[in-house]
């Protein structure tokens, strides 16, 4: 089975002009076959996330008529903006909205389900995306709307702005996205208001900025970033996130905007493997943005260097929403505008720099957690996750069914180019139930193709072996496919395990679950609502990769060599150096010095071909 998100690279779309004239042409087509005589463009599917969709084909309508003129758009424009602003500008308050701070403000808002009381907990977020679905209009408005609807129009967005910022609690659901998108509302809103109102509505936007979203940022794996439904990063909403930084600063010129979309970028470009797959998040672990993400995957791919096109998105919603038909519906409309007003271009080489939280070379990645453990490994094609054993998540050596990854000091980490290969060595000091403090040094090698990781620890007491990832999924074209398997060869025995026991707290990586399906099962709340990350870390066990430790070791250590991908016959010699230790390998040598490291503590690693 494929995964049923994790699809092409994002900038595999073509991006010219003439591609996206042809996107808003068929956009243009199917608005004006669909067009009711009441004026509504709603996708007859549409249920939730309705009450800004029939004013975002709007937009479009109004953004095409823009770029090409096309004389049947100024009636559909006018009768379908008509239809909004008579049938989905509410100012009642919803029956069970529990956010609001004034009662029966009389300003307007948009549904998120239109029955009164049925879902209105989305009427935050709807109302966000009613207010930038109406000032893009609102920027396509000169000699397409009459003078009368434009200033109506103008007026609800003013009231959508004070809904948002007076009437209810800024930012209800914690999600970075949603609250960033509200500031570029303002931002937007502002050019449109006479300068002395426009000037207020800027200034409160930029303190909503600093105060309610920048100094809530939560840090993960060294970065400061916005937090997303109340987690660190989502790797759904997480590059929609960053598409709205990019907007912020295209609008205000505000250097704060381009300085945290910078760190976010940097932040995904180390996450990211190299074929583009990511997993995890606090609202869902494996769905992957698309044309949502397009604009700060581009743009800040073009500011910080990086390839951050490679990510893959949901190629089902490759130019704008669709619904199951593959008929458009205008959820999230002004990304595409705004991604076709943008002139970035795509930035298609890795970025030179080295990233604390990343290794990678070639077609090989490994990206690390905050404990410098890893998150996620690429060779070959092939995906490996954290495995899990007696309810540890990781990579590293087990003894006596306790996994040996989380560190209790300080974790130095020490990074070498040299003869055509990448290594990084991560050293960390561990505890053991025995109480033993020990030094965990774990080198990894790259020659681009496939990567060999190297682990030493101070002799364990009993029979240790290394558990050395879950695999998981592997390239399939456009696609990623679930599997079971992977190019591994170890210089100890190599085992793959798979669970013992049934159950949703045990993954066995030959059934056709999704770790996203595994996940929600275990999380406390309902999928969609529940912390898929939080349910994964309820996992007792999962099928895993085990490998014995290599023969002939100093007899003071326990040595692991196990290389991911393809390659001649593993062999991996472990020899002490003076205070240091010799790894050979059939493909390098490395000198690795001694746990205690340079003067400062600092590891040190030295590296070459054979």
């Known amino acids: 089975m494929h995964l049923p998100r994790q699809l092409g690279p994002l900038h595999d779309l073509p991006d010219t002009p003439e591609a996206y004239d042809a996107v808003l042409a068929d956009v243009t087509e199917q608005a004006l076959a ?32 823009q770029r090409g003129r096309d004389p049947r758009l100024p009636e559909a424009v006018g009768r379908s903006l008509a239809f909004h602003l008579r049938e989905r500008v509410y100012t009642d308050d919803n029956p069970g909205y529990p956010n609001l701070k004034v009662r029966d403000s009389g300003l307007p808002y948009a549904r998120y389900t239109l029955a009164a009381g049925a879902h209105p907990i989305g009427d935050w ?67 449109h208001l006479p300068a ?13 900025y600093r105060e309610e979203i920048r100094a809530h940022r939560v840090t993960d794996r060294g970065a400061a970033l916005p ?64 044309f949502e993400s397009v604009l700060g995957l ?45 002139t970035a271009r795509w930035h298609r080489q890795p970025s030179t720099a080295v990233a604390r939280h990343q290794l990678r070379a070639g077609t090989v990645s490994v990206a690390f957690d905050s404990a410098m453990t890893p998150a996620v490994v690429e060779a070959a094609g092939t995906y490996y996750l954290p495995a899990a054993v007696n309810r540890q998540h990781g990579f590293g050596p087990v003894v006596d069914g306790f996994l040996l990854c989380r560190p209790m000091g300080e974790v130095r980490v020490r990074d070498v180019r040299a003869d055509g290969l990448t290594a990084k060595l991560v050293t960390k000091p561990v505890v053991g139930r025995d109480h033993v403090l020990r030094h965990l040094q774990s080198l990894y090698v790259t020659d681009g193709t496939s990567l060999w990781t190297a682990v030493t620890v101070e002799r364990l007491p009993g029979t240790p072996y290394l558990l050395a990832g879950l695999p998981y999924a592997e390239d399939d074209g456009d696609k990623v496919r679930r599997t079971a398997e992977g190019e591994v060869t170890a210089v100890g025995a190599l085992r793959l395990t798979h669970p ?81 230790l010799t790894v050979r390998t059939e493909t390098f040598t490395a000198r690795i010095g001694a746990p205690a490291g340079d003067a400062h503590g600092e590891p040190e690693l030295t590296l070459s071909a054979c």
């Open 196 to 208: 002395a109102e426009g000037e207020s509505v800027r200034a409160r936007a930029l303190q909503l």
């Open 298 to 342: 581009r743009y800040f791919g073009a500011r910080i260097g990086a390839d951050l096109g490679r990510y893959r998105g949901d190629s089902r919603w490759a130019r704008h929403a669709v619904k199951e038909d593959g008929g458009v519906d205008g959820h999230f409309a002004w990304m595409l505008i705004w991604q076709i007003q943008d």
């Open 500 to 580: 013992g026991t049934a159950g949703p707290d045990h993954f066995d990586a030959r059934s056709e679950t999704t770790q996203e399906q595994a996940a929600f099962a275990l999380a406390a709340d309902p999928r969609g609502y529940g912390n898929p990350d939080e349910g994964w870390r309820h996992l007792v066990s999962s099928t895993a990769l085990e490998a014995d430790p290599v023969p002939d070791a100093p007899d003071d250590l326990h040595a692991f060599a196990v290389r991911y991908g393809p390659g001649a016959v593993l062999t991996a010699a472990f020899a002490r150096d003076g205070d240091g």
């Open 227 to 290: 937090p997303e439904h109340g987690g660190a990063y989502d790797n759904n909403y997480g590059p929609i996130s960053l598409s709205f930084l990019a907007q912020a600063h295209r609008v205000s010129g505000e250097e704060i905007f381009a300085e945290d979309g910078d760190t976010l970028a940097r932040y995904l470009d180390a996450r990211l493997t190299n074929g583009g797959f990511d997993n995890g998040g606090p609202r869902y672990s494996e769905q992957h943005s698309a």
């Open 34 to 65: 669909r067009l009711t005589p009441e004026g509504n463009l709603e996708h007859p599917d549409c249920l939730d996330d309705i009450g800004d969709t029939s004013l975002g084909i709007t937009s479009l309508l109004a953004f095409a008529w």
């Open 125 to 191: 977020p709807s109302t966000v995306w009613a207010l930038l679905q109406a000032v893009n209009v609102l920027d396509a408005a000169e000699g397409l709307v009459d003078d009368e609807q434009r200033t109506e129009l103008l007026d609800v967005a003013r009231g959508y702005w004070r809904w948002l910022t007076e009437a209810t609690f800024f930012n209800p659901q914690e999600a970075g996205n949603q609250a960033i998108g509200c500031v570029v509302g303002g931002l937007m809103l502002a050019a």
